[in-house]
């Protein structure tokens, strides 16, 4: 045997017995625990209250899937960090998992702002609710939204009173307070001119509350009415969430100017192509349900086209669909955007953290996952 091959082979046997040492370790109890207790410090001291401070305004995508199943994105919200408090936009299925993976500082809820009621915006909004109070939430949560919200919010109410019982029960009242429980509706009238459509105007002040100021307006996501997407201002930046619209002209009043505009996004080419292979397979219902939601949504290129003409100096594509499991439907989705908005746009993604610091122009992109 060579030297070279002889060197070789003690490194494989030495390679060869520290793996089995690992092993052997692995099945300690004693390694398990100190294994164990390292991870417990890691994940209880992980709480990002850094979100909280007031020296800028910060997002962080906390959903940004349409209702198509994808493994990558939960449904609608947006988390928005400003004042100290956290607030969200829409409650969709699966955001909750993403709050509490991402050790966001979910005690401090103040509010959340529904954009519309169909289930993949308010389908977690009673999880959330529990999840945020069993954290230490110390208020009860105000939830606004169009006119329905009431409805929403005594449903959700009504479905978690046994929980809330039994976890007061279990833990104390001291510990998780009823009152801090309660869910306030708080219902936004937006005034519109009659017969003028939700895109002609209209818009009305939600909150002003620790420099910052919330501002609701209607979109268009007919037969859903009202249809709401919202304004942060907070020392000096800007963002807008478009909720669920197709291309309206109110939202691009609404979004002049603004540092970041979120927008919602479907691919009109991809849909079409689910429609045709629905249709191919003689698959009636999906092919219907394909045809019907190319109506209401926004297409990327029409997003790109909104924030050209608002002159918003970053677009956010959220709300995708359908599904981007990889790079090449990222592409296809994409398609198109870059001849309407070669620059300031980008496809967001679950975890996305956008930072805005007070007194700048930057916009810092950066991920809290
Ligand atoms: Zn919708
Ligand atoms: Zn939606």
Redesign the pocket.
Known sequence: MSRSARRLTACAAVLVLLAGLGWWMAHVPAVQDALLRRIVERTLGATRNDLLADDALRVVLCGTG??LPDPNRAN?CTAVFAGGNMYLVDAGPGAGKNLALWHLPVAKLAAVMLTHY?S??IGELGEINMQTWAQGRANPLRVYGPPGVEVVVGGFAQAYALDRDYRQAHHGAALMPPANWTMEPHVVKIDTAPGAGPCAGGSATVLEENGLKVTAFTVNHAPVAPAYGYRFDYKGRSVVISG?TTKCANLVAQARGVDVLIHEAQSASMVKIIEAAAIGRGNARIAKIMSDILRYHTTPEDAAAEANEAGVRLLVLS?IGPPTPNAFVRMAFMRGVGAVRPRGVVLGYDGMLLTLPAGSDTIDTSSVN
Do not use: E, F, K, L
């Open positions: 349409n209702p609608a169909h993949d915006h669920d709300h």
